[in-house]
């Protein structure tokens, strides 16, 4: 089964909900015309990475993610098309929680994932609640899992994800370009580890002094990069093909060799 995936590398805003909600749906329109099967937003796609104080994000979060899921729900709907809706700062009974949201072809959530690890350097823990599961969905019947940005760098969260079943991981995230090796490196390597499809969208542009490192990509379970984008903003395809899958697992069956009861994490 082959599908064509849409990487949205979005410049968002920091701070302008209403700008960055009409701009996405202007970029994911655009990706229409390449007739995707899924479409990629990356991470924080109505605040950016992220407006502080915490007074300000907590004014500026979505309320139960009500407009992120009129408007991503609605234009899923719309155009018959999954969206996996990168991030958005949400808030729930006064918490906020840096939210993904995955919709399928009739616009239903079928995913809800908090970001678990925040990225400590920023501060991000005390701004934004840390997810307490991980999560699965089907789009398509593909078994699909995921994380957002600074989880790519704790593989034992995404094992457990795809010794759940995985096949196709999506990684939206607001990356630095002064960490772009960082970013692409752990991308693939998580492909390559995990013997599955992942597809990774980052932020590009600046978020007050800091400068998102677009370079958003989709690799393979072999770690062939099947889409590597730029810095700029930009939209991008890969196609992927999960007849492969079966196969690569079983020539390296790194699942069956496993022992984990000689490791202590």
């Not at 999560?135 to 969260?157: K, N, Q, T, W």
């Not at 013997?195 to 600046?206: H, K, L, T």
Request: contains cysteine.
């Amino acid at each position: 089964m082959e599908k064509k995936i849409s990487l949205v590398q979005m410049d968002v805003r920091l701070g302008e909900p209403e700008a960055n909600f009409s701009h996405a749906v202007a970029l994911l329109e655009g990706a229409l015309r390449e007739s995707p099967d899924i479409l990629v937003l990356p991470e924080t796609v109505n605040v950016g990475f992220f407006p502080t104080p915490a007074s300000r994000l907590a004014a500026l979060a979505d309320e139960n993610g009500k407009r992120t899921k009129e408007i991503f729900g609605g234009f899923a709907r719309a155009h018959a098309v999954n969206l996996v809706a990168g991030s958005s700062a949400v808030k729930e009974n006064g918490v906020i929680y840096n939210r993904a949201y995955v919709f399928d072809r009739t616009g239903n959530v079928v995913a809800s994932y908090d970001k678990i690890h925040g990225f400590s350097p920023s501060g991000e823990p005390e701004y934004f609640k840390g997810g307490d599961h991980t999560v699965h969905f089907s789009l398509d019947g593909i078994a699909c899992s995921m994380a957002v940005c600074y989880d790519v760098r704790f593989p034992e969260l995404i094992r457990t994800e795809a010794l759940e079943g995985a096949d196709l991981f999506f990684l939206p995230a607001a990356w630095p370009l002064v960490r772009k090796e960082h970013w692409v490196t752990l991308v693939k390597a998580r492909a390559i580890e995990n013997q599955m499809y992942v597809c990774a969208v980052n932020e590009c542009g600046m978020a007050g002094e800091t400068k998102n490192g677009g370079h958003s990509l989709l690799v393979s379970p072999w770690g062939e990069e099947l889409c590597h984008l730029g810095e700029e903003e930009e939209i991008g395809q890969g196609v992927i093909d999960m007849s492969v899958i079966a196969g690569i697992r079983e020539g390296i069956n790194v699942f069956r060799d496993r022992r984990p009861e000689l490791y202590k994490i």
